[in-house]
């Protein structure tokens, strides 16, 4: 018997006596007890407000001699109005395209000697400048990030350029079925008069009205500190942070700021199918849903379990139209939850010859929700789900930062986040079904379906589900 053949023999003696050591040990009869009870731990936030209406909140992680800086402007593309859609994307894009005395380029290379980053954006509630800097060059770094917010210079030609890469973006989502179908959606939804009718980048026809001037009539209106926030999270005191700010922010002047619009949106009161023609489409993308829940409503943990079991990647749609029935790669339900009622949508990509069973098991998963009441078992699943992830939005500085914001937009008190395990804990299969049957509509419902129509339609007629409005690929009805 050669050697290597022997050790072969001895190796496999011992992993089959570990192996049923080890099974002899194991009672699978036994249900495994669950771990200690989880908590999760958020720092202390510490608030200061300057004389000029700044609000700063500082939290101390000092795992990393990292410090990372949020300054929010509590306006965003709510702020736009419907014709020029896109201002407010644009101009934070603009923001950190050059100030009165440096370029663009300048400011890139300043930031990277240093390896520190700056980004500016805006979503739907808010106008966002983000700085993240090592400890030792906060001083260097905030110079720099103060003169991007207070100094933008406002290039025209950087401008054009901003403004032409948009439009080639635009341009080239108005080929894509699903985008298509999603714009229609938000379109029919809230009507057009409402900000969240649109994207927050607008379309192509607002972009191309979008002037330089109406960028900085939208900054001179709702850049101010008594319009915004700074956020710091890192290797820093209240003390040290709140000596920066002032050094940097202080001087910054008030401005009366505009009050908030109020919007309505159109109440339905009928099921409405629109119908977008895509020739010999080999799929249909469909979107359903309804107005749902603001942000700060306190059916927040609720709904969110409620999505969790109804449209996550594991939910209830997935299972049914893509694990049972393979009408898709997937399907999915999202609320949007802003300043104001965002919108419920549940939306998938099908099968062409599908698409009237797959608007059918829509329904079913969505009247299933509201009138019977969930398993306890699936119950615990998901929210278990939706517990366990939230260490995971509180890993770095940057993460912790981004979650604050929420406190500053939508009015949350400061132990918000610190009660969000017992407040999801405390929901019930009762509290469930209450919100689905408060935020969920069968009988309202907006339906948008882009497909080859003339293998659609007639199916889809048939369902009776609601009137059939044929648009074009903007939305317009026919």
Known sequence: ??????????????????????????????????????????????????????????????????????????????????????????????????????????????????????????????????????????????????????????????????????????????????????????????????????????????????????LKEYYNKFYAPNNASVIIVGD??????????????????????????????????ENKIYLVNKDKAPQSQIRIGNIGIERRSPDFYAVNILNQILGASNGRLFLNLREAKGYTYGAYANFAMRKSAG?????????????????????KEINRIRDELVTDSEFELYKTAVIQRLPRIFETPAQIAGQLMALELFNLPDDFFSTLVENYKAITPIDIQSAAQKYLHPQNLTVVVVGDEKNIREKIEKLGFGKIILCDETGNEL
Request: aromatic content about 8%; glycine content about 4%.
């Open 343 to 363: 919108p419920f949508v549940a939306y998938a990509g099908v099968k062409t010859e599908v698409t009237d069973s797959a608007l059918i098991e829509f329904l």
């Open 1 to 214: 018997m050669n050697k290597i053949y022997l050790k072969s023999v001895v190796c496999f003696l011992l992993i089959f006596i570990f192996i049923g050591s080890t099974s002899a040990q194991l009672d699978r009869s036994v249900e495994p007890q669950s771990g200690p009870s989880f908590k999760m731990s958020i720092p202390k936030i510490e608030r200061v407000t300057l004389d000029n209406g700044l609000r700063i909140l500082v939290v101390e992680h000092r795992e990393l001699p990292v410090v990372q800086i949020q300054l929010v402007v509590r306006s965003g593309a709510d702020a736009d109005i419907p014709e020029k859609a896109g201002v407010a994307s644009l101009t934070a894009d603009m923001i950190d395209e050059g100030t009165k005395t440096k370029t663009s380029l300048q400011i890139a290379d300043e930031l990277d000697f240093i390896g520190a980053s700056a980004a500016t954006s805006a979503n739907y509630d808010a106008s966002i400048g983000s700085l993240l800097t090592l400890k030792e060059h906060l001083s260097k770094a905030m110079t720099i990030f103060s003169d991007i917010i207070l100094n933008p210079n406002f290039s025209e030609n950087e401008f054009d350029r901003l403004k032409s890469e948009l439009l080639t973006d635009l341009l080239s989502q108005k080929v894509r079925p699903d985008i298509i179908a999603s714009n229609i959606f938000n379109a029919k939804v809230f009507g057009s008069q409402h900000p969240y009718s649109q994207s927050v980048d607008g379309s192509e026809e607002t972009v191309k009205d979008i002037n330089l001037n109406d």
């Open 236 to 269: 820093i005191t209240k003390t040290e942070a709140v000596a920066v700010v002032k050094q940097f922010f202080g001087n910054w002047k008030k401005k009366k700021i505009p009050p908030p619009k109020l919007f309505n949106p159109p109440i339905s009161t």
